[in-house]
């Protein structure tokens, strides 16, 4: 049973438009999310992460939103840049538990 | 510098054989974690440690086995009794600390011939 879901494989924007990539969780424990990038062949890396206690959360161009009450989050892109493509994961786990658990990804495709 | 070190890069073993994926950290982080990524799936728990001389099973443990016999490694072993065993292995580490990341390693992609 899968706990956190992205639904959508893949996703191709513009350059300098917005990217919105969304999560979905059934675990009502999780309080902390978190958004990985991850280029072929290499380890991910941090990008962005929110607490439950939080609605919203940015840095620079990238921007988390969580709604608790719809066990859902996005993560918005603006500006998307060419250097943005890559699989995004979502994250997310809960209270002392140190264990994540990851989504499938998103492939993002950012157009020139 | 600090990080976490995955070896080797890719690593290529016949069918039947057990073959161990070393990770190292000098983060002095207290949990460490090994996921594997196969196409479409995703990262998937394998095995996680949050002390030395303790772990605990993940959501695919079945044919894998690790040790923590010191902080600062973690490594897998791949057993003959896991039967898709070509994949991208991940291994990361993480302080035990609410609201921080895991950090990863650059990974290990094993190919079974």
């Known amino acids: 049973d899968q706990q956190v879901k992205q639904n959508s494989p893949s996703l191709s924007v513009q350059e300098g438009r917005i990217s919105i990539l969304n999560c979905d969780y059934t675990n009502s424990m999780f309080d902390y999310f978190l958004w990985y990038k991850k280029y072929p062949a290499e380890g991910p890396t941090f990008l962005i992460s929110?607490?439950?206690?939080?609605d919203k959360n940015e840095d620079g161009r990238f921007t988390v939103f969580l709604n608790k009450s719809a066990k859902h989050l996005s993560l918005h892109i603006v500006p998307s840049q060419p250097g943005d493509s890559a699989v995004y994961f979502c994250?997310?786990?809960?209270?002392?538990?140190?264990?994540?658990?990851f989504g499938k990804g998103t492939l993002l495709t950012v157009n020139p | 510098d600090g990080g976490i070190t995955q070896s080797p890069k890719y690593l290529f073993r016949k069918e039947g054989q057990n073959v161990t994926l070393s990770c190292e950290q000098n983060l002095n982080h207290d949990a460490m974690y090994w996921y594997r990524q196969d196409p479409g799936q995703g990262l998937r728990l394998i095995y996680y440690s949050q002390i030395v001389n303790d772990f605990q099973k993940g959501d695919i443990a079945e044919g894998y086995s690790v040790s923590r016999e010191k902080k600062e490694s973690f490594p897998l072993t791949v057993t003959s009794a896991q039967k898709n065993p070509t994949a991208f292995y991940l291994c990361a580490s993480s302080p035990q600390r609410l609201g921080t990341e895991a950090f990863f390693g650059q990974g290990t992609r094993l190919t079974v011939v």
């Open positions: 994250a997310a786990n809960a209270g002392s538990n140190y264990k994540l658990t």
């Open positions: 929110i607490s439950s206690i939080k």
